[in-house]
Each structure stands twice: as structure tokens, then as C-alpha cells.
T-cell receptor, first 115, second 114 residues
Framework: AQTVTQSQPEMSVQEAETVTLSCTYDTSESDYYLFWYKQPPSRQMILVIRQEAYKQQNATENRFSVNFQKAAKSFSLKISDSQLGDAAMYFCAYINTGTASKLTFGTGTRLQVTL | GAVVSQHPSRVICKSGTSVKIECRSLDFQATTMFWYRQFPKQSLMLMATSNEGSKATYEQGVEKDKFLINHASLTLSTLTVTSAHPEDSSFYIC??????????FGPGTRLTVL
């Protein structure tokens, strides 16, 4: 079974600084997708970024970028120029394209942004 | 990104009554939707996969007769919590699957059973 591990329960970053959230996963599949979702206090799950496993290029979305290391099964999220609105719970997630598109979530990392 | 709505956002009901939660994909068609439950300070727990025009697939340990799912159209799935009890109180979230194997989530429904 696939597993997703987020080893940092909580992280803190100062406004305008950069922070990296870690995620590792375990799979024997070669074709899959990886995601980072953000859940602010409103509890709405928001898609932050998506990475296809077959792509070597790291995905970026404005201030958000990933470091995808397929051989190491690592998928970290870097948030640059952190803003107060980035404070949220961040979940790393995995989909194997052959498993009816079910998401496997990590346990989440709570990010605090301080002034 | 794709937009998914969920209604109601909050509901309070008496023990023994049934509650229906709607999940709609607003700007795309979704043959597959998912229903999750989230306990405080925990990750999402998948309850069932809802497929348009067919029976839902439930995860192990989820009671089919308690959590009725109907996916009658390409934009609407409903979750009915039947004979609700206080232990059913939780945050329920739906998601809709796009053609790019990406799930977009609704804003969630907080259910409180008295």
C-alpha cells in the first residue's frame, strides 16, 4: 500500500522569508501524481501545486515550488516570500493512476507565519 | 481551478433524523466524486467513491446503510446520513475529480447531532 509521510507536524516562518515543507512517499508504481493541498482555518481544501511523476521538471506556481526527487521518493514544498495568508495546514498527497484516483494523504504540517 | 460547492455549510439535527449534504461541480462535469470525513486536527479519511450512474464504492468500515450516496448527474452527488447519532458529528468534505486526475474540494459541511 502507498504511504505518505510528513515528518514535520509544525513549522514556523517569518513573513517574507522562505520555508520548506517535507514529504516522502512509498510506492512501487512508476506512474502517479503528487499534490500539495492547503487547508486554512476555514477548512476549505485548496490545491496548491501538482506534479506528474513522469515529468523531471519541478512544478512551480507563483511563490510555491516543489523539489521532486523521484528516486528518493521525496516531494518537498518551498514557499517563498511567505505571507500571513499562507498560515494553514498543508497536506501532501499521492494518486496512483491505477487506483481509481484515490488520494493518499500525509498527516499534515501546520505552518505558522509570524511578523 | 475548478469550483466545487457544498451545501449546507453547517447543519444541526436531532438524534435519529436524517441529513442530506449536496456536492456540486459548478464549472465542469465530474463522473467521479469522493466523500471524506475529517476529525479535529487530523487528515481526511475517505468514506466512499461516488460514480455517476452507478453504486458508490465504500471504504472498509464505512456503513453503507448509514451513509447513503447518490450520484444522479454529472455535477451532483449527495450524501445522506441516516438516523444520525452524536458520534456522526463531524466535518464532511466532498471532492470532484477532473480529467487530469486532480481532485477539487468543496468547502465542507459541519454536522452536529444533538
Amino acid at each position: 500500500a502507498q504511504t505518505v509521510t510528513q515528518s514535520q507536524p509544525e513549522m514556523s516562518v517569518q513573513e517574507a522569508e522562505t520555508v520548506t515543507l517535507s514529504c516522502t512517499y512509498d510506492t512501487s508504481e512508476s506512474d502517479y501524481y503528487l499534490f500539495w493541498y492547503k487547508q486554512p482555518p476555514s477548512r476549505q481544501m485548496i490545491l496548491v501545486i501538482r506534479q506528474e511523476a513522469y515529468k523531471q521538471q519541478n512544478a512551480t506556481e507563483n511563490r510555491f515550488s516543489v523539489n521532486f526527487q523521484k528516486a528518493a521518493k521525496s516531494f518537498s514544498l518551498k514557499i517563498s516570500d511567505s505571507q500571513l495568508g499562507d498560515a494553514a495546514m498543508y497536506f501532501c498527497a499521492y494518486i496512483n493512476t491505477g487506483t481509481a484516483s484515490k488520494l493518499t494523504f500525509g498527516t499534515g504540517t501546520r505552518l505558522q507565519v509570524t511578523l | 481551478g475548478a469550483v466545487v460547492s457544498q451545501h449546507p455549510s453547517r447543519v444541526i439535527c436531532k438524534s435519529g433524523t436524517s441529513v442530506k449534504i449536496e456536492c456540486r461541480s459548478l464549472d465542469f462535469q465530474a463522473t467521479t466524486m469522493f466523500w471524506y470525513r475529517q476529525f479535529p486536527k487530523q487528515s481526511l479519511m475517505l468514506m466512499a467513491t461516488s460514480n455517476e450512474g452507478s453504486k458508490a464504492t465504500y471504504e472498509q468500515g464505512v456503513e453503507k446503510d448509514k451513509f447513503l450516496i447518490n450520484h444522479a448527474s454529472l455535477t451532483l452527488s449527495t450524501l445522506t446520513v441516516t438516523s444520525a447519532h452524536p458520534e456522526d458529528s463531524s466535518f464532511y468534505i466532498c471532492s470532484a475529480l477532473t480529467h487530469r486526475d486532480t481532485q477539487y474540494f468543496g468547502p465542507g459541511t459541519r454536522l452536529t447531532v444533538l
